[in-house]
């Protein structure tokens, strides 16, 4: 057997598809081809060929779990969940998890450390509220306490905040439903009580 042609692939331009008797065989990432060295007219066994459709299936999956983590990080838990979804064996998963993060790409308080800066940023949010999402992307509660302890956000200024804009709103304007409100967003009675008397 031998690799016939090696082309690059349509609809993902950073993968390549090899041929091996003219018929398609496996394929993998440029970083792949290179590390493996493959050109056309080089002679595969059934065991090598075997070997690279093994490589192609893992390699392809790294290719996906480097698109998940793109689109913004995730936890060590999101991760492993995400492999349980794609049904990954387990060996696969440890490996993939291994590899992502020996480049730094899976690390619960880099991950928490953003969580929180990027919520802060986007809207008023209270400590509570961010420890029970923490929480739920499963960090472990030493890192939530880690990241929070740095996190120098006034929860008063935030819940004022909170306040003056949620006042716009017709519903608001009754005190117990504000309130009630507040409360499911995670702030404690006496800051809320605070805030609702502080008001302008």
């Known amino acids: 057997m031998n690799i016939t042609a090696i082309r690059q692939q349509e609809r993902l331009k950073g993968r390549y598809s090899i041929y091996v008797d003219e018929k398609y065989a496996f394929s993998l990432s440029a970083d792949a081809l290179l590390d493996e060295k493959l050109v056309v007219g080089l002679e595969l066994d059934e065991r090598q060929l075997k070997a690279y459709q093994k490589l192609s299936a893992d390699d392809k999956a790294y290719g996906l779990a480097l698109s998940y983590l793109a689109r913004r990080m995730r936890s060590r838990w999101e991760m492993t969940d995400y492999f349980r979804r794609k049904?990954?064996?387990?060996?696969?998963?440890?490996?993939?998890?291994?590899?992502?993060?020996?480049?730094?790409?899976?690390?619960?308080?880099?991950?928490?450390?953003?969580?929180?800066?990027?919520?802060?940023?986007?809207?008023?949010?209270?400590?509570?509220?961010?420890?029970?999402?923490?929480?739920?992307?499963?960090?472990?509660?030493?890192?939530?306490?880690?990241?929070?302890?740095?996190?120098?956000?006034?929860?008063?200024?935030?819940?004022?905040?909170?306040?003056a804009r949620k006042r716009k709103q017709t519903k608001y304007q009754d005190d117990l439903k504000l309130m009630q409100y507040l409360a499911r967003q995670g702030f404690n009675y006496d800051d809320i009580k605070y805030a609702l008397s502080d008001e302008d």
């Open 87 to 163: 049904g990954y064996d387990v060996a696969l998963s440890a490996q993939l998890m291994k590899r992502l993060g020996r480049i730094g790409l899976l690390d619960d308080v880099k991950f928490a450390e953003a969580w929180v800066r990027n919520r802060r940023l986007l809207k008023q949010t209270s400590r509570h509220r961010l420890m029970q999402e923490l929480r739920q992307k499963r960090v472990s509660d030493d890192v939530i306490e880690q990241v929070l302890a740095v996190d120098l956000t006034d929860e008063r200024s935030v819940l004022r905040e909170l306040v």
